[in-house]
Every structure is written in C-alpha cells, then in structure tokens.
C-alpha cells in the first residue's frame, strides 16, 4: 500500500513581542489556525536571532520553507496559512498593488505603538505557549 510521507515545514511568525498590537495580531492568528500549523517567536528572542531575523521597524516576519518574508508580504502569508477569515483577508490583500499594500503595512508599523498604548503585560491566551517559541 502507498503511503505519503509527512513534509514537516516551518511556518514562524516573528513579532514585536514589546507591542500590544503585534499581540493582538498573533492571538487573532492563533485563533484562526485550527490545523495548529504555525509556531510565534518574538523578535527579541533566540528564536529570531538564530533564523537571523533582525529587530526592524518592520514590526513582523515570517518564514515559510526557509524563506524569510518582510512587511505586508509576511502578514499576507501568515493570514494565508492560518486558515478561516485569514483565506480571504490574504486574498484581498493579494488584490492590492504591493506598492500601496507596503505603504499602509509601513504606516501602521511605525505608529503601532502609538495606535495602541501599552498599559500593562498581555496574559498569554489558552493553547499559546506549545506554538510559541523563545
């Protein structure tokens, strides 16, 4: 009888783990993968430094089969992946010129700290701590 063989692949969104927003972000994210497909990993963690992702004001990476992802292009895939209503924000984003897509992902990237005001340490949400990683 044949048998497929399992493909592992690394699917890591790289956040700002110091903004509240990026928080947000992943939790949202985590929700909608219900397949448990993707792992998270702060910026500011071993994690991010041994895939050599550096602390940009990007404010999210994300790497796909050893591909690393920057701005609008790493939210997309990442939305993608994750699966539900992400499907279908990644395809609208995918409708839009990447110029302009960069331009906004860029605009909120900058302000996110001032969009949302940090007052406190985010609880980390139930099922979390097996798919993020240091």
Same mark, same amino acid.
């Given at each position: 009888?044949?048998?497929?063989?399992?493909?592992?692949?690394?699917?890591?969104?790289?956040?700002?783990?110091?903004?509240?927003?990026?928080?947000?972000?992943?939790?949202?994210?985590?929700?909608? #993968?219900?397949? =448990?497909?993707?792992?998270?990993?702060?910026?500011? !963690? %071993? @994690?991010? $430094?041994?895939?050599?992702? #550096?602390?940009? =004001?990007?404010?999210?990476?994300?790497?796909?089969? !050893? %591909? @690393?992802? $920057?701005?609008?292009?790493?939210?997309?895939?990442?939305?993608?992946?994750?699966?539900?209503?992400?499907?279908?924000?990644?395809?609208?984003?995918?409708?839009?010129?990447?110029?302009?897509?960069?331009?906004?992902?860029?605009?909120?990237?900058?302000?996110?700290?001032?969009?949302?005001?940090?007052?406190?340490?985010?609880?980390?949400?139930?099922?979390?701590?097996?798919?993020?990683?240091?």
């Amino acid at each position: 009888m044949w048998q497929a063989s399992v493909v592992e692949e690394e699917l890591i969104v790289f956040f700002d783990g110091d903004c509240l927003l990026c928080q947000g972000v992943v939790k949202w994210l985590n929700r909608m #993968d219900g397949d =448990d497909r993707l792992k998270f990993a702060p910026l500011q !963690g %071993e @994690t991010a $430094r041994r895939y050599g992702i #550096d602390l940009s =004001d990007d404010s999210m990476a994300f790497v796909e089969r !050893g %591909e @690393t992802y $920057r701005a609008s292009e790493a939210a997309r895939r990442a939305f993608w992946h994750a699966g539900g209503g992400g499907v279908f924000l990644a395809g609208l984003l995918m409708s839009l010129p990447i110029a302009y897509r960069d331009w906004a992902y860029q605009w909120v990237a900058k302000n996110r700290k001032r969009l949302v005001k940090n007052s406190g340490c985010e609880l980390p949400e139930e099922g979390m701590s097996r798919k993020t990683l240091n």
